[in-house]
Every structure is written in structure tokens, then in C-alpha cells.
């Protein structure tokens, strides 16, 4: 999401990222074991989720995990796994027992020939590119940050852009989980096919997943082209942008006419990432930094928005660079925020972005974060918000501290009408009457819920929202 300024993640020399990621993963290490002490709140990323819970565990293995699910439900207390905690939704709250994966974080085994990886369920997946990358071994796809955990990334339909490449759960093998029972299963499209199809993107309801076994392909380069264009220019080309790149999104910044529109393909190199200081400027500097000091301005001076968009837009400027897949996908997140994001059948993506800023212009709203438009094929996951089509993602943002609520409301009603499916970890208004309409699989993932877990010992508020009783 920094990247609506510019967008890449940070690097400089090999060395120098070297050193960067031992101290990552060495201050990851040392706050999990910090964690090890178990308090009784837990809040998530952006603050909007908090949990008051009779009990936090944090397993180191299966086995643990199946014991604190058996002890949970002979006390008949609700289990709720959470990795990172990006959700914006209450998909993790829960007043009975919270699993804490981030000591089942390890790589179990990396098959180069196959492309198999398996790896523990609260590995985050910023380590898990780094260890691919050392196997010589990419994700196909990927969204736009890497922080969360690799079950929470797949447990709620986490995806990025791409012509013909989907989500991250659609890369998954198999999965290993706990069940109600405490039971531990392993399914795949060959073995327990049904729980695999629901457990895959299952927000959590059908068991705790425990580890994940993802298909890779070889360590691949993309070269980005990144540029400022007009937003009208964009909506007329958009379906040529769209059939042209292997990785086509762009951000619309509201009351201006710009956009920041990225391609990123495939090449055979070489290698070629942007200076040390240019990255420095321009993604920590103007895209996290000085943008953070435009939203805080526009918190205090609602009617400068207008103006502080202007102004931001002028700040962009074209560039393209090359690099490992990953490190062109994500980008750091350094100021917090809620937000919405809706997927629609793609051939309606332009009339309805229209529709939404003639809305913005009648409602006299201000809004100072960008709106991301991105892309997914159609796909066979039950609960994937491409299921059975060509998706466009249109997501709405507001910073912390700015109510949301009439803008979200706005928009949602706007993406309701061209029938679109929110995003499962994403702020949204709809039920389960929506959900048994939207997706064609819904009965039979209530279906596979109702054998896995019948005396609903991994539900929630939100999954009785979603899923029913």
C-alpha cells in the first residue's frame, strides 16, 4: 500500500539485504519468545479488533495444537487461531481460547524437482520468500504485503493481481489441520478432497491449519514499469491493460484525475533493482514518511484533502526496474489504516469505479488514500472471491482516526449492485444470506462445517455472521 507513492519494498547491496533479513528474522525470533508469556488482550494490526480471551496459547507443534483444541472443547470454550493479525474483520476475535502460531514457523521440506514446499502454519511470509529464494523457488503470485502468516494469507482469500496467476491459496497442495475433535488430518485434491476445498479458505471454521504444503515454480525475475496516468485514460484502456501484462493494477487518487498505474512481467533479466538512495527516497521517504505526514494533515483539515491529493499526485514520476518476483509483488506498510475491498465480474470494473467517484462528488465526501483496482482470473476455490470468474478487486481505504463508516457504506452499496463478494478478512456489511447467493459452493462448505466441526468449537460472532449458527 505504500506503494501508491512508489512501489517497492526496500533494498540495497546483496550484502546489505543479507544483514537486513538475519536482523528481521533475528527481532521476529526474539518478540515470539517474548510473547511466549500469555496476557489475556490481543488486538490486531490496524487497532479496529480487540479480544478479551479467557486464555492465549502459543503451540510449538501439532501435537500442542491438538491438545490446547481438545482441552478447549472439554471446557467447552471457543479456539480461534490468528497469525499477524492483518484482518480487519473480527475473523480472529473470540472471549474463549486465541492460538498464537508463531512458534510453528518452521520449513518442514523443500522438494526443487517437484516445486512441493512444505512449510508450518505461522511462518510469516516474509521469511518463507526469503527460504524459497535460497531453494531457487518463487510463489507464482502474491499479494501486495508480506507479513502475514502463511495460513492466515490463505485462511482469508489473500491474493494479488494477475491475468492468468490467482490467489495464494489456490498455489496450495495440502494442508495439515486440526480438527474439532482434536483429531489431525492431512487433505489435499486427492485426499479428503471436499475438507481440503473448504479448509483452504475457511477463515478458520473448519480446523486449525498447522502446516501448508504450496506448489513453487523456479525463482522467476519481473520487470516493473511503474507511471502516472489519467484516470480516464486508464478506464478506456483498461481491458487492452488487462489482456497486455501478466500483472496489470493501478491507484486512483480521489478529487484529481491521476492514477499510479504498475505492469510487472516477466523477464530473463538481468537484475535490475534501483539505486540504495533512490529506493530509500522514494519508498520510505515519500511513500511512507512524507504520505503519512499528508494523511495526518488531511485528519486535521478534512476540507484540504482535495489539495493534499494534488499535491501527492504531482509527487509521482515514472520509473521501471527488474528484480526477484517478491520483492516487485510486496511492499512495506508503515502507517495504519482500515479498509474495504469488493471483487466484481471484471467487465465491471469500469462502469462501477465511475459510479463511484460520480458518488464521491455528490456525497461531498473527503478521502485521502488512493483506491486500488487489481485483477484475478477465475478460479475453483469454494469460498475464492473469484470463484467461477474474472475478478476485478476494487479496494477503498480510510486512515485511522477518520470514521469510515459513510464511505465504506457508499461504496459497498455500490458494489452490492454489481454483485460483488467482499473480501473475508476486509470490513464489510454482509451476512449469510448474501454469502448462499453469491457462491455457488456455499451449501457444500456449510456441508463440510457441519461434519468437521459440529458442535462449533472454532466459531465466532463473525463466522455465525457469515456462516450461520
Known amino acids: 500500500?505504500?506503494?501508491?507513492?512508489?512501489?517497492?519494498?526496500?533494498?540495497?547491496?546483496?550484502?546489505?539485504?543479507?544483514?537486513?533479513?538475519?536482523?528481521?528474522?533475528?527481532?521476529?525470533?526474539?518478540?515470539?519468545?517474548?510473547?511466549?508469556?500469555?496476557?489475556?488482550?490481543?488486538?490486531?494490526?490496524?487497532?479496529?479488533?480487540?479480544?478479551?480471551?479467557?486464555?492465549?496459547?502459543?503451540?510449538?507443534?501439532?501435537?500442542?495444537?491438538?491438545?490446547?483444541?481438545?482441552?478447549?472443547a472439554g471446557q467447552g470454550l471457543a479456539v480461534k487461531p490468528v497469525g499477524t493479525g492483518h484482518s480487519f474483520t473480527p475473523v480472529?476475535?473470540?472471549?474463549?481460547?486465541?492460538?498464537?502460531?508463531?512458534?510453528?514457523?518452521r520449513l518442514r521440506s523443500a522438494d526443487k524437482a517437484s516445486g512441493l514446499v512444505t512449510v508450518e502454519a505461522g511462518m510469516p511470509l516474509w521469511r518463507f520468500n526469503e527460504l524459497l529464494a535460497e531453494q531457487g523457488l518463487a510463489l507464482t503470485n502474491m499479494g501486495d504485503i508480506q507479513e502475514q502468516t502463511v495460513s492466515g494469507a490463505i485462511g482469508t482469500g489473500t491474493h494479488g493481481t494477475g491475468k492468468a496467476s490467482a490467489s495464494i491459496a489456490a498455489q496450495v497442495a495440502a494442508l495439515e489441520l486440526?480438527?474439532?475433535?482434536?483429531?489431525?488430518?492431512?487433505?489435499?485434491?486427492?485426499?479428503?478432497?471436499?475438507?481440503?476445498?473448504?479448509?483452504?479458505?475457511?477463515?478458520?471454521?473448519?480446523?486449525?491449519?498447522?502446516?501448508?504444503?504450496?506448489?513453487?515454480?523456479?525463482?522467476?525475475?519481473?520487470?516493473?514499469?511503474e507511471e502516472p496516468m489519467r484516470l480516464d485514460a486508464v478506464l478506456d484502456s483498461f481491458d487492452q491493460l488487462w489482456q497486455d501484462n501478466e500483472h496489470f493494477e493501478f491507484w486512483w487518487f480521489p478529487h484529481t484525475d491521476t492514477t499510479m498505474l504498475k505492469r510487472n512481467n516477466r523477464t530473463a533479466g538481468p537484475a535490475a533493482p534501483l539505486s540504495r538512495g533512490r529506493t530509500w527516497f522514494e519508498d520510505e521517504f515519500l511513500s511512507?514518511?512524507?504520505?503519512?505526514?499528508?494523511?495526518?494533515?488531511?485528519?486535521?483539515?478534512?476540507?484540504?484533502?482535495?489539495?493534499?491529493?494534488?499535491?501527492?499526485?504531482?509527487a509521482l514520476s515514472a520509473r521501471s526496474y527488474t528484480d526477484r518476483s517478491d520483492k516487485v509483488f510486496t511492499s512495506p506498510r508503515r502507517f495504519k489504516f482500515l479498509e474495504m475491498e469488493y471483487a466484481l465480474p471484471r467487465a465491471a470494473t469500469v462502469p462501477a469505479l465511475r459510479e463511484v467517484r460520480?458518488?464521491?462528488?455528490?456525497?461531498?465526501?473527503?478521502?485521502?488514500?488512493?483506491?486500488?483496482?487489481?485483477?484475478?482470473?477465475?478460479?475453483?476455490?469454494?469460498?475464492?472471491?473469484?470463484?467461477?470468474?474474472?475478478?476485478?478487486?476494487?479496494?477503498?481505504?480510510?486512515?485511522?482516526g477518520v470514521s469510515p463508516t459513510e464511505y465504506f457504506e457508499n461504496a459497498e452499496s455500490i458494489m452490492v449492485a454489481y454483485d460483488g463478494r467482499p473480501h473475508w478478512g476486509k470490513l464489510h456489511t454482509r451476512d449469510r444470506d448474501y454469502f448462499a447467493?453469491?457462491?455457488?459452493?456455499?451449501?457444500?462448505?456449510?456441508?463440510?462445517?457441519?461434519?468437521?466441526?459440529?458442535?462449533?468449537?472454532?466459531?465466532?460472532?463473525?463466522?455465525?455472521r457469515v456462516f450461520g449458527s
Open 1 to 72: 500500500m505504500s506503494r501508491w507513492l512508489r512501489a517497492r519494498a526496500p533494498r540495497g547491496t546483496a550484502r546489505a539485504r543479507h544483514r537486513a533479513d538475519l536482523k528481521r528474522w533475528a527481532n521476529w525470533a526474539v518478540s515470539t519468545e517474548a510473547s511466549a508469556a500469555p496476557t489475556r488482550t490481543w488486538t490486531n494490526w490496524a487497532g479496529n479488533q480487540k479480544s478479551r480471551v479467557r486464555r492465549i496459547a502459543t503451540p510449538g507443534s501439532t501435537a500442542e495444537v491438538a491438545q490446547v483444541v481438545r482441552e478447549a
Open 92 to 105: 480472529a476475535v473470540t472471549d474463549g481460547v486465541l492460538v498464537r502460531l508463531e512458534h510453528l514457523a
Open 178 to 225: 486440526v480438527l474439532a475433535d482434536g483429531s489431525t488430518v492431512s487433505c489435499s485434491a486427492t485426499e479428503r478432497p471436499e475438507l481440503f476445498e473448504a479448509a483452504r479458505i475457511g477463515l478458520g471454521a473448519i480446523g486449525v491449519i498447522t502446516s501448508v504444503t504450496f506448489r513453487t515454480e523456479p525463482a522467476f525475475l519481473l520487470a516493473a514499469q
Open 288 to 314: 511512507n514518511t512524507f504520505y503519512s505526514g499528508l494523511l495526518k494533515a488531511g485528519r486535521s483539515a478534512p476540507r484540504a484533502v482535495p489539495a493534499i491529493n494534488k499535491l501527492a499526485a504531482r
Open 358 to 400: 460520480r458518488m464521491l462528488q455528490d456525497a461531498g465526501l473527503r478521502i485521502s488514500i488512493p483506491i486500488e483496482v487489481r485483477t484475478a482470473p477465475a478460479d475453483k476455490l469454494w469460498l475464492s472471491t473469484a470463484y467461477g470468474r474474472d475478478t476485478a478487486y476494487l479496494a477503498f481505504h480510510m486512515p485511522n
Open 437 to 464: 447467493t453469491a457462491y455457488p459452493r456455499f451449501d457444500d462448505f456449510l456441508a463440510v462445517r457441519d461434519k468437521a466441526d459440529p458442535q462449533r468449537v472454532f466459531a465466532n460472532a463473525y463466522t455465525r
